[in-house]
């Protein structure tokens, strides 16, 4: 009889597209995924511990298992992701109705680790060693995963991740992604290459690339010896027939080259749309995040950007309450908010992690003011994502479904921006529309179906 999995996802693209990973790799092992926690044999939370608010939610949820494995005995409880590679051995202490703890480069090793555990109901397994050196790259096993995996019976997606590198070599002083994800490695272009044709052969419409740093791509630590760049890689990709909608995330913007702000006035399928986290806009608080631009070469590449591509939609995150951040640093995050008026951001409260350098340091701003900054800059940001949504009125643009239920239908343009509209219900994810934009929120757009 078969074994039902239950994979639950925090955190970001990363962490999504290693539990398609590990869903794939069950699959092949015999396992069946199920939508409903109670249905499961087996609950992996497959975890994010960018902020301690993230890390406590997953420990709160973990807790909540032990019911439940109390009235079923038989049920496994495995921990992923970059909370399990963080805290490794210490979750079994605090959690001990948990039977694994796969780390974020081993996820490969869980269906080995589970028939271990079916012969020794007893047993615990660990697995978390970050590699050192890649001379068998994950990645070469990842896609050999792909490949054989069964077809899936429900619709097809028409979007997918294609992960080109992992790891990050960035170090800024508040994140444990350098610790929790190791060392920065490019996949070979050889290896993306295939894995785009392969999905778009399944029908796949749109590809982002994904990695914490793309446009560091091929500059270190690359496992085939390749010259590519990260402007060389994107287009190829883009020539790859069936691509019809291209994104990538996320950048740093002290590697954005001329080369790829090119990509964006010759390709036509990359979508007009720039994620770009700047963090703060005072230098003086970027130095000790060790971010390595400053607030006017963050702004020059704003510039650059958009006269190479004028409708380009930049969005970003922001850090407020970075230790040391005075009044005067958060105004000149606030005035940076008006000289680039970001489309969107997301904004976080600095929170403290565990083996980051910043967590050592003084100065730490009192949460009561953090709160008023976050409070203030998410105002004045949503502010201006209505005003520059109200740009839209008018206009006709071209939107790629995403679902359509009733006639009633989300979309999405090629700037990111959601639009709702009424259609033909013929119309399904991935199909193209034209549609022009009638009413602007500060989080979405609505609008008339042209064609
Ligand atoms: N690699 C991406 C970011 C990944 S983490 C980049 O460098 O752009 C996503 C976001 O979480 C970061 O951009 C940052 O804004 C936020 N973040 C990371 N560590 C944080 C911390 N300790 N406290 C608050 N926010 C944090
Ligand atoms: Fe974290 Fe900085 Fe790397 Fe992004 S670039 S993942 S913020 S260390
Ligand atoms: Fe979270 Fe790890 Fe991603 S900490 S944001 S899941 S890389």
């Known amino acids: 009889m078969s074994k039902h999995v239950y994979i639950k996802t925090f955190g970001c693209q990363m962490n999504e597209r290693d539990s398609e990973i590990m869903e794939q790799l069950l699959s092949q092992a015999g396992y069946i995924s199920v939508a409903e926690q109670q249905d499961a ?22 807790g909540l298992l032990r019911k439940q494995k109390e009235k079923q005995p038989g049920l496994r409880v ?20 948990v039977d694994i703890v796969v780390g974020t480069q081993q996820i490969y090793q869980l269906p080995d680790m589970l028939l271990r555990l079916d012969r020794d109901e007893t047993r615990r397994e660990i697995s978390c060693d970050l590699e050192k050196s890649f001379t068998i790259p994950p990645f070469q096993k990842l896609l050999t995963a792909d490949k054989g995996q069964p077809p899936s019976p429900a619709a097809p997606e028409f979007r997918k991740f294609v992960t080109i590198m992992q790891g990050c070599n960035n170090f800024c002083s508040y994140c444990v992604v350098p610790a929790t994800r190791g060392r920065e490695i490019s996949r070979p272009v050889t290896d993306i290459l295939e894995e785009v044709a392969l999905l778009v052969n399944k029908g796949v419409k749109e590809i982002t690339l994904l990695g914490q740093n793309v446009n560091s791509y091929g500059c270190t630590n690359t496992v085939a010896d390749q010259q590519a760049g990260f402007a060389d890689l994107l287009q190829m990709v883009a020539r790859v027939p069936g691509v019809e909608r291209l994104r990538f995330t996320s950048s740093n913007p002290q590697d954005l080259s001329t080369e790829l702000m090119q990509c964006f006035a010759e390709l036509d399928n990359l979508c007009p749309h720039f994620h770009l986290p700047v963090q703060s806009g005072s230098n003086a608080v970027l130095k000790r995040m060790h971010r390595k631009y400053t607030r006017e070469l963050y702004l020059e590449k704003v510039d650059a950007l958009r006269s190479f591509c004028p409708e380009i939609a930049i969005s970003t995150d922001m850090i407020v309450g970075f230790p040391g951040e005075t009044d005067q640093d958060f105004e000149e995050t606030m005035d940076l908010l008006e000289i680039v008026r970001f489309h969107g951001s997301f904004s976080f409260k600095y929170s403290d992690r565990p083996n980051t350098r910043s967590a050592d340091f003084g100065d730490k701003v009192d949460e009561q003011v953090k709160g008023e900054r976050l409070q203030r800059f998410q105002k004045r940001q949503d502010q201006i994502s209505l005003e520059r949504n109200k740009e839209f009125l008018g206009k006709t643009v071209e939107v790629m479904i995403e679902n359509n239920k009733d006639d009633s239908i989300q979309s999405r343009t090629g700037t990111n921006h ?13 199909d193209v529309a034209m549609v022009t934009i009638t009413h602007a929120g500060k989080h979405s757009l609505n609008g008339n179906f042209i064609a």
């Open 41 to 62: 044999d087996l609950v992996i939370f497959n975890t994010c511990s960018i902020r301690a608010k993230a890390e406590q939610k997953v420990f709160s949820l973990l």
């Open 78 to 97: 495995a921990v992923a992701g970059c909370v399990a590679q963080q805290e490794g051995k210490q979750i079994f202490k605090r959690m001990p109705h």
């Open 418 to 430: 959601i639009v709702h509209f009424a259609g033909p219900n013929n119309l399904v994810p991935g």
